[in-house]
Structure formats: structure tokens, C-alpha cells
């Protein structure tokens, strides 16, 4: 009886903590890139940051939302995606507009030139929207023509998931190229790093696809290798730039 009673406090109460994790899912992947983005405009330079991170996701997410038409998972995991791709337009437009800005005199590149030692280096966020819309639109008449088959879906959420734990290579990278993790918001990594154990939990509490578990498990590794780079470059001397108008690192991007 005592149980029966308290049914009526504890059923909303799931009801809200489910909600909240819900929406944790759909929005806490964008927090990490608050402070990252908040940074660059401040001081007008995006060098810290590599804009490979904004292709990664871009592409993990679109696949992912096209995975979802050959098999249904969760509503969040769904939404994630779409506002997560909002926030990495949002991202690569500043990033390009500061990096322009700072570039005088460089010949201006674009996506239709189709100049592959330049690609996702180009003067124009046009160019990058282009890019994605034409990697949607393969994919997507791909998918079209192979959704009846099972083989093709799984691999497709594989690669979803997979491209997305690769989220923090690019920095990673980056950051053992320069030696140094100046410029990098080590704020976005512990959110990074919290968000993606966060998720990894979910995944496995709520049975989602055994893909999207394993790789979880991954991304989170990759951010702790990041996290250990911000520990050990911290305790050596930083090497002066080697340009100041023109940084090197802005190549990265």
C-alpha cells in the first residue's frame, strides 16, 4: 500500500529525469563549443582551433540522421544531430571570417576549384555549406537506393559513430604537430570529456545499438590522450611562432 501510494511522486519524477536526460542529449553536446567559440571572437583568432573537428562532426552527424531512415533509434539521438550540425555552420563561419580576416594578401580559395591540397581550407563559409550539401546529397541518394539492405544500414550507423569518436583526432593531431595547446579551450575538452562519458551511459543504459556503445567508449579515450597532451605540453617551454602575421598552425584549419 505504502508503495501504491508514493506512485504519484515517483512516476512524474522518472517522467522528469527522463526529460532532463533527453535533453541533456539533445543540447549538452553543443556546451563543450560555448567557450571554444566565445574565445575566437574575443580575440579575433582562431589558430587554437582545428576546423577539422567541425568536418568530422558535420559528417558523423549527417550520417547518423541518415542511419535513422534504415533503422529508428531514439528521438534525442536524433535532435542531437541536427543542432549539433547548426552549431558546426556557426562555428566554421567564424572560424573562417577570423581566419580571412587575418590572411591579407592570400590568394583566395574556394570549393569550386576542387583543388584537393586545399580542401576545407577555403576563403568563404559559402564554400564549406556548398561542400556539405553536395556530401549530403550522395549520401543521401546512396542510402536511398540501399536501405533495404541490412548490411548497408548497420555499416552506415557504424560509420556514424565511428566518424564521431573520431571527434578529437584533429586536435589531437594538431596539438602533437605544434607541441603546444595554446589557443585550445581546455574548458571545451573537459565538457568533451564529461559529454562524452555522459553519452557513453546513456548509450548503454538505453540500449541503444551496440555501434554507437563501442565507439562511445573510444571517443572518450581520445579525449582523456587530449587531456594528457594539455598536462604534459603545460610543463614545457612554449615555442614562439614562427610567423606572426601568418601563423603556420592556421593551416591546420
Not at 589558430?47 to 568536418?55: A, D, K, M, R
Not at 577570423?98 to 570549393?111: D, G, H, S
Not at 562519458?197 to 546513456?202: L, W
Not at 563501442?214 to 587531456?227: K, W, Y
Request: hydrophobic fraction near 50%.
Amino acid at each position: 500500500m505504502e508503495a501504491e501510494g508514493l506512485d504519484w511522486l515517483l512516476v512524474p519524477l522518472h517522467q522528469l529525469v527522463s526529460w532532463g536526460a533527453a535533453g541533456a542529449m539533445v543540447f549538452g553536446g553543443v556546451v563543450p563549443y560555448i567557450p571554444q567559440y566565445r574565445d575566437i571572437r574575443r580575440t579575433q583568432n582562431a589558430e587554437g582551433f582545428s576546423t577539422y573537428v567541425c568536418l568530422v562532426l558535420l559528417v558523423a552527424n549527417i550520417l547518423r540522421i541518415l542511419f535513422w531512415f534504415g533503422r529508428h533509434f531514439e528521438s534525442p539521438l536524433l535532435w542531437q544531430s541536427i543542432v549539433m550540425i547548426l552549431t558546426m555552420l556557426l562555428m566554421l563561419k567564424l572560424c573562417t571570417e577570423v581566419r580571412v580576416t587575418n590572411e591579407l594578401n592570400v590568394k583566395r580559395r574556394f570549393f569550386a576549384d576542387f583543388d584537393p591540397h586545399h580542401f576545407w581550407h577555403w576563403s568563404s563559409f559559402g564554400d564549406y555549406v556548398q561542400c556539405v550539401l553536395a556530401f549530403t546529397g550522395v549520401a543521401g541518394y546512396v542510402t536511398y537506393l540501399s536501405i533495404d539492405s541490412a548490411l548497408f544500414v548497420e555499416t552506415l550507423g557504424f560509420l556514424a559513430v565511428l566518424t564521431e569518436a573520431m571527434l578529437g583526432v584533429p586536435q589531437l593531431y594538431r596539438n602533437y604537430r605544434h607541441q603546444s595547446t595554446e589557443g585550445m579551450s581546455i574548458k571545451m575538452v573537459l565538457m568533451w570529456t564529461s559529454g562524452d562519458t555522459f553519452k557513453t551511459a546513456y548509450f548503454l543504459l538505453n540500449g541503444a545499438p551496440l555501434q554507437f556503445s563501442v565507439c562511445g567508449l573510444l571517443q572518450v579515450l581520445v579525449d582523456l590522450a587530449i587531456l594528457g597532451q594539455a598536462y604534459a605540453f603545460a610543463h614545457r617551454p612554449q615555442k614562439p611562432a614562427p610567423h606572426v602575421a601568418h601563423p603556420a598552425s592556421a593551416k591546420a584549419l
